[in-house]
């Protein structure tokens, strides 16, 4: 695998346990791992900045004509995961007809409350983008949606003092089916160009993951000495989250491409350059 094979890899703490073997070269692999918010990595992956990508599920459904998945490994939930959190002054009901500030960090979760509060409850709201964190950006709009490691701070103060609605258990409720947030994908253009060098990645990734789900005390431990969460609470959220990409996830991908009109782009579910 040539050296320059560039990886994107999501800041958030949510990949921590795929991506962090990798990055202490316990899995060895020879590639550049490149850190930033899923829009960033979203972008860069388009613009041939990245060869390979965690990316937000949106942006893979989006570009599934230029992107092939990395089969096995995702980021997505069985049900609640307290890190895609809708937070509100208002009762639910009552946000129809108001302004909701949605994150500018994440592709996948802004749509997915779209979904659930128009299809699933019939709350016609207006979304605005922003970066202003909580609990700053509640006294500018009624509600805003929190996601990632930002959530999982805003989430003791939001609990005592707001609405909260995790989107991930809310998803289930309405589906039965688990929800996806985040895959990993190639540029089929690496692919054609160097199967092997994906292959081989495919195989670290899947080997790091390995390591992670097996290691995860170290993990959780190194996680919250660089983020300063506390430990327990590190490891209870990995243990909230779902790194496969199995028939469940697919079907709750599929689910979720229906309802945002890309189905067709969504097939087919199958990597590439094993």
Not at 39 to 57: E, H, I, R, W
Not at 120 to 145: I, K, M, N, W
Not at 212 to 223: F, I, N, Q, T, W
């Amino acid at each position: 695998m040539p050296p320059n094979l560039r990886l994107g890899d999501i800041e958030f703490l949510n990949s921590w346990p795929v991506t962090y073997a990798l990055a202490q070269g316990i899995i060895p692999a020879p590639v550049t791992l490149v850190r930033g918010a899923p829009t960033a990595l979203n972008a860069q992956l388009a613009a041939g900045a990245l060869d390979a990508s965690a990316v937000s599920a949106l942006a893979y459904l989006r570009h599934a004509d230029e992107w092939s998945l990395l089969p096995s490994v995702a980021i997505g939930s069985e049900s609640g995961v307290n890190s895609v959190l809708l937070i509100s002054r208002l009762p639910l009901r009552e946000l129809d007809g108001q302004t909701i500030a949605v994150t500018d960090a994440g592709a996948t979760t802004p749509m997915l409350l779209r979904i659930l509060l128009g299809q699933a409850q019939g709350v016609r709201a207006e979304y605005v983008t922003t970066s202003t964190p909580f609990p700053d950006v509640l006294q500018a709009y009624p509600a805003a949606l929190a996601i990632g490691d930002d959530a999982l701070r805003a989430l003791p103060a939001a609990r005592d003092d707001y609405f909260t609605w995790d989107l991930g258990a809310w998803w289930r409720d309405w589906t039965g089916l688990p929800m996806v947030y985040a895959v990993w994908a190639a540029r089929r253009d690496v692919i054609a160009r160097a199967p092997e060098a994906i292959g081989r990645l495919r195989e670290a990734l899947l080997a790091s993951k390995a390591w992670g789900l097996a290691h995860l005390d170290a993990v959780s431990r190194a996680a919250a000495a660089r983020t300063g969460f506390p430990e327990p609470v590190v490891r209870d959220y990995f243990r909230g989250i779902r790194y496969e990409l199995d028939e469940a996830a697919q079907a709750g991908l599929q689910r979720y491409a229906e309802c945002v009109g890309l189905t067709r782009s969504l097939s087919p579910l199958r990597g590439e350059g094993r």
